[in-house]
């Protein structure tokens, strides 16, 4: 999670020393370092406010860049176009739309849009007017709140608390109910990360645990599963991690440098791979092939792999993504296979074509970037030479590098923004100043910033299908945003798809519809479904 200092300092307290007090400090730096790693003890201030939380003076906001962020490689690249026909900004059919709402459904009932009405990008191209700006806080702990994620058909919320609980809550129909609280195992510090399986059963967690911890989530029972890893170092956990697409495997990064895959239906471990010189703190499959693997580490680097070609004795990425200054703490792929995110303790998120992998030299350029850093982000200020950089690394095969949030802290996460009701127009993370920041795929300029967190935000989540976010903070609440505005209540209309495609004739025409299958479904046997007690 930070550097790998600690790591360095047992391998070297193996060695004889001639001078007895040397030796003496040498354990006590190598001590004192291992705690601070491990999350066990904080270097505080003396003179600050007990009330406050130790960490927030580290994370003033940034000052935003001076000059527009250059957008060469960007604007001809592949996902620039995809972008825009995504959301609406251009059609692949050559017809030119209108730009405004009004005169967009105007069009569509002269029928000028032809037999087609409006397309999923004029969709997007509509609700992407109504970005979420207003918070109301949905939970309170008592605790630093680490992990929250929507399920991926959006009906339920999971997060992690530092006080050992998973909460699992109720979204559906905008509703935010709590379902049960799960109490962590084998927690060192704080549960790490969490995932919902492909098919919405089961949920896994990890923590400073040689086990993963793989929890039921539906029927009364209570029981936790532990997945060993085997690992072979003694203070061990695993930061990021991930189902396949089909659920057999969990993929996880760990802290000493590997990468892990557990197959779930051989009950054991069937990868462990050395990926990076230092803390894998992310990973991540490309798409829904669970071919391909990317992975992150504190040596700023980002890995591709190809299960195929895997092998333990020697492992070999297909390529590597350079140009980072400092550890790269998230990846979010985007899903088609060729584009990626990263975000990273150099205060930038870089966006990446993974058929454009880095040469030698950027990779050499990476690594010195990072051996030359001298600062420690979980409690230090940002260096001046990482707040505004006034150019790339030599040999940065990035497509675009965004910048205007804070890592600082912890792990900070980042992530495309839904496809189908943004069409991955926005890339948004959260920052250690408590704010969300949304950026503009297409301009590299910050969209948005979402205020109302008193420390970190390491989290943050987008509803797949509705315009509401839900952003997981240090201060110990979850913040729900919507849009607040002239058209607010048509948004939070869950009808508004509906209304955009058909019309309102065609809208009721559909309500009675479904009304006359309900009653014919009535009459029949209904099957048998999964029961969430108060979902």
Avoid at 191 to 216: K, M, Q
Avoid at 372 to 401: A, H, I
Wanted: with cysteine.
């Amino acid at each position: 999670m930070g550097t790998s200092t600690s790591r360095r300092m047992d391998d070297s307290d193996s060695r004889s020393r001639s001078d007895d007090s040397s030796d003496q400090d040498s354990d006590l730096t190598a001590i004192l370092q291992y705690l601070i790693r491990s999350g066990q003890v904080h270097i505080i201030s003396s003179n600050r406010d007990d009330s406050e939380d130790e960490f927030v003076a580290a994370a003033s906001p940034p000052r935003m860049m001076d000059s527009p962020p250059n957008t060469k490689e960007l604007d001809k690249s592949e996902i620039s176009l995809a972008t825009q026909q995504a959301c609406g900004l251009i059609h692949s059919s050559g017809h030119e739309r209108p730009n405004s709402i009004a005169a967009m459904i105007n069009a569509r009932e002269r029928g000028m849009f032809g037999r087609s009405s409006f397309t999923q990008g004029d969709r997007c191209k509509i609700t992407n007017n109504y970005i979420p700006n207003k918070m109301k806080t949905v939970a309170t702990y008592h605790s630093k709140a680490f992990c929250g994620t929507y399920s991926e058909d959006g009906n339920y919320f999971l997060t992690a608390c530092q006080d050992r609980n998973l909460r699992l809550y109720c979204t559906t129909e905008g509703k935010f109910e709590m379902l049960k609280t799960i109490q962590a195992r084998d927690v060192g510090w704080s549960v790490l990360d969490t995932a919902f399986s492909p098919d919405g059963n089961y949920i896994v967690y990890s923590s400073w645990s040689e086990c993963l911890h793989l929890c039921r989530l539906y029927g009364d029972s209570e029981t936790q599963d532990a997945l060993p890893l085997c690992p072979e170092e003694r203070r061990f956990c695993i930061f990021s991690l991930v189902f396949s697409s089909d659920g057999r495997e969990i993929l996880g990064g760990a802290n000493d440098g590997f990468l892990y895959v557990y197959d779930r239906e051989c009950n054991q471990r069937a990868l462990r791979i050395e990926g990076h010189d230092d803390d894998v703190n992310t990973v991540a499959f490309a798409d829904s092939t669970s071919q391909i693997l990317y992975s992150g580490g504190d040596d700023g680097l980002c890995k591709v792999w190809d299960r195929r070609t895997l092998s333990e004795l020697n492992p070999k990425p297909v390529g590597v993504l350079a140009g980072h200054m400092d550890g790269v703490t998230y990846i979010d792929p985007r899903g088609d296979g060729r584009h990626l995110i990263s975000n990273c303790k150099d205060q930038s998120i870089k966006l990446w074509d993974v058929r454009v992998f880095s040469g030698s030299s950027g990779q050499n350029n990476t690594r010195k970037a990072v051996s030359d850093q001298t600062w420690d982000y979980r409690w230090q200020k940002v260096p001046k030479k990482l707040s505004n950089p006034k150019k790339n690394l030599e040999g940065d095969t990035s497509v675009m590098t965004y910048r205007g949030h804070r890592v600082l802290q912890t792990l900070v996460r980042c992530h495309f923004s839904p496809e189908f009701i943004t069409g991955q127009r926005y890339i948004y993370t959260g920052c250690a100043a408590g704010r969300v920041v949304i950026y503009d795929v297409l301009t590299g300029k910050v969209h948005s910033v979402l205020s109302g967190h008193r420390a970190c935000v390491r989290d943050v989540s987008w509803h797949p299908h509705r315009q509401e976010l839900i952003s997981t903070s240090w201060d110990g609440t979850l913040g729900r945003w919507t849009y607040s505005g002239k058209i607010a209540s048509a948004i939070e209309d869950a009808d508004i798809t509906c209304r955009l495609d058909q019309g309102f004739r065609g809208l009721r025409r559909s309500r009675r519809i479904a009304q006359q299958r309900e009653r014919q479904q009535k009459s029949q046997d209904a099957p048998e479904q999964k029961n969430v007690p108060g979902c």
